[in-house]
Nanobody, 115 residues
Framework: QVQLVESGGGLVQPGGSLTLSCTASRSIFSINRMAWYRQAPGKERELVVTITRTGITDYADSVKGRFSISRDAGKNAVFLQMISLKPEDTAVYYC?????????WGQGTQVTVSS
């Protein structure tokens, strides 16, 4: 079991940047996969990026070259660095992982890209 807490969201102008954090209530050293999802108003939740325990990443085409995920096992945290933000990046961003077949989600953090 794990609790995930996201932070770092906010309002940013187009072209700006933000870094989101996801802090886990337990060690993430042995967790095989962690991910960021997002859900825009009126749309389904979509996968943004995943990272494995060994650091292998997989990005959605819409964020390649602009978003970067990293994990810090010492801090029990995963980070999402976002640059060159666009209005279409506006969404609630969720941290996710699975342990023993159970999926865990954070409460989400709002990212709004607007001038």
């Amino acid at each position: 079991q794990v609790q995930l807490v996201e932070s770092g969201g906010g309002l940013v102008q187009p072209g700006g940047s933000l870094t989101l954090s996801c802090t886990a209530s337990r060690s993430i050293f042995s967790i095989n996969r962690m991910a960021w999802y997002r859900q825009a108003p009126g749309k389904e939740r979509e996968l943004v990026v995943t990272i494995t325990r060994t650091g292998i990443t997989d990005y959605a085409d819409s964020v390649k070259g602009r978003f970067s995920i990293s994990r810090d096992a010492g801090k029990n945290a995963v980070f999402l660095q976002m640059i060159s933000l666009k209005p279409e990046d506006t969404a609630v961003y969720y941290c996710n992982t699975a342990i023993d077949g159970l999926s865990y989600w954070g409460q989400g953090t709002q990212v709004t890209v607007s001038s």
